[in-house]
């Protein structure tokens, strides 16, 4: 595929909730997009998740918008390229930013798949034809609005909940809902908001049969991580520490967790996710696919990687509605029985791009000659 033009889309999306972690509020989704079209006429679909501020990476929007203009579009326009795997080695010489790279190595694929026939599944090993998802919930202002929440969600049709959870606010919301809502599937989120000296709280949660705690410690440390994981019953999931496959075998091989939380963007692509996800099991490692509030084209890819067989625990995926009034996708990404999305069979993304709505909405736009 020989690359033509590249398009990006800068949109403000307002959640139909605040969301609340560890590490701030957001209420407005930053969302950027990237079209790539190649000599043919045919085009694909990548989003990018960093946020708006450098909380749960040293990523925001802003840079990567910059970033993309700047060194990746250029290193890809003109380029003939056989598969989308040749990208990592096009814009190898540009350190770091992996959200940025994934959202290209996104449209790429996007793109592949469609002049090939093929579905991302087929792309990235995926073999189910649904896949178990469930829903984050950020923190509340109070225990009651959690459990109406959590309450809702489960009359919604989720049967896996995941809690983000803080110093101060863990062991009292874990007891409550388990006391209100019995044995459901339960995990909670730290956002690396504890330290070791915290392990005494964390172990009571130990009590709670919690599926996983995800991401307790600094964002960027596994040693933390595998000296709690000695001393808490519950397993310990890997979100923010884990940038890569090396990062995976690191943290099996000493330890640091039991589970790895896969995100397409936090590893700079999918198809560094689906070698993750290819080498999990023999590091005796379980994994489930991580969201970032995307859209429906973000959600294409967590979708098809959520279908790999490595992937043994429900994924952060919730419906288009959990997040959007209207998403930028048509049609919208459905909760179906059974708390499962099902796996597109169409080629590319498996949904359609509402491209005029994207144009409409965009408060930047910005392309290549
Ligand atoms: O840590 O998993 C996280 C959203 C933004 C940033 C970090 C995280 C999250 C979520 C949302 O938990 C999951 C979703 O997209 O539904
Ligand atoms: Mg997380």
């Known amino acids: 595929m020989e690359i033509r033009k590249i398009t990006l889309y800068l949109l403000e999306m307002r959640l139909r909730s605040p969301f609340t972690t560890s590490f701030g509020t957001m209420s407005v989704r930053p969302v950027l997009l990237a079209r790539i079209e190649e000599k043919g006429g045919e085009e694909g679909w990548g989003e990018c998740v960093a946020g708006v501020g450098p909380w749960y990476s040293y990523e925001t929007v802003d840079i990567d918008y910059m970033v993309s203009r700047r060194y990746i579009a250029p290193a890809l326009v003109g380029a003939e390229i056989e598969e989308p795997g040749e990208f990592r080695r096009l814009t190898g010489r540009i350190r770091g930013y992996p959200m940025a790279k994934a959202m290209f190595e996104e449209a790429l694929l996007d793109l592949y798949a469609r002049l ?59 007891k409550r809902i388990r006391e209100e809502y019995g044995d459901i599937l339960l995990q909670v989120d730290a956002n690396a908001s504890y330290t070791l000296k915290d392990l005494y709280f964390l172990r009571k949660l130990d009590k709670y049969e919690l599926l996983m705690l995800e991401q307790p410690f600094h964002y960027d440390d596994l040693l933390e991580h595998s000296v709690a994981a000695r001393k808490l019953s519950t397993p310990i999931c890997l979100d923010e520490s884990v940038k890569s496959l090396h990062d995976a075998v690191l943290a099996s091989r000493i330890g640091a967790a039991e589970i790895v939380n896969v995100k397409p963007g936090r590893v700079g692509g999918p198809l560094e996710g689906k070698r993750i996800l290819d080498y999990a099991p023999g590091l005796g490692l379980g994994a489930w696919i991580g969201g970032m509030l995307e859209t429906g084209v973000g959600r294409s890819f967590l979708v098809a990687l959520a279908s790999h067989p490595a992937v043994t625990f429900h994924s952060d995926i919730s419906a288009s509605s959990r997040y959007w009034h209207e998403d930028i996708v048509d049609p919208p990404w459905e909760l179906k029985e059974g708390s499962s999305l099902e796996v597109p069979r169409k080629p590319g993304l498996g949904v359609e791009v509402k491209t005029e709505h994207v144009e409409k909405r965009a408060r930047e736009v910005w392309s290549t000659a």
Do not use: F, H, M
């Open 116 to 174: 090939r026939g093929l579905s991302l599944a087929e792309l990235l090993g995926g073999r189910k034809g649904r896949v178990k998802v469930g829903v984050s919930i950020g923190i509340k202002p109070t225990i009651d609005e959690l459990l109406r929440e959590v309450g809702r969600r489960l009359e919604e049709g989720y049967e896996r909940i995941k809690i983000k959870i803080k110093p101060g606010w863990d062991v009292e919301p874990v």
